[in-house]
């Protein structure tokens, strides 16, 4: 069984861990309850000021998926060798509820780049981690997604 060349270059290897540049955010109460109302998300944590003083958390608070909506700038990056490409799926970790006021402080960065053999061939796997810091230095949540490359058979 013949091992195919690795189609990672030194350039690739050089953008991982490199961070994009910030980019902040200002969380308001009026964003978060539009886009609650907008996913039809009915949780009153996120959308009802009065049941949500009453929780723990004192008042509204954003969902998790509110995150989407906090772009980041892209990090350094390069262009595939293969012209298929796939999203992989993400996950999530979350840490802290953000809250209306917060300044959220988005980045992100390739944080891995690895190779694996699959039907059609070859693949190339490059993982994205996104982090979201709040103004006290807080990372509130960390998003890592996959995409994945690869020549299509023809």
Excluded: C
């Excluded at 953008?15 to 902040?24: C, L, M, T």
């Excluded at 509204?60 to 350094?76: D, E, G, V």
């Excluded at 988005?106 to 490059?126: C, H, Q, S, W, Y």
């Amino acid at each position: 069984m013949a091992t195919e060349e690795s189609v990672i270059t030194p350039e690739m290897k050089a953008a991982i861990g490199v961070e994009s540049e910030p980019v902040s955010y200002d969380v308001e109460k009026g964003a978060i309850i539009k886009f609650a109302q907008a996913i039809g998300d009915d949780n009153p944590l996120f959308n009802d000021e009065q049941a949500a003083r009453k929780s723990r958390h004192g008042g509204i608070i954003a969902s998790p998926t509110f995150m989407r909506s906090l772009i980041s700038k892209s990090p350094p990056s390069f262009k595939s060798p293969y012209s298929a490409a796939l999203d992989g799926g993400s996950e999530w970790e979350y840490f802290e509820p953000v809250r209306a006021g917060d300044h959220v402080t988005v980045t992100t960065k390739i944080a891995d780049l690895f190779e694996r053999p699959g039907r059609l061939g070859n693949m190339l796997f490059t993982i994205r981690e996104t982090k979201y810091v709040n103004q006290f230095g807080t990372t509130v949540a960390v998003q890592r997604t996959t995409g994945i490359s690869y020549e299509p058979a023809e």
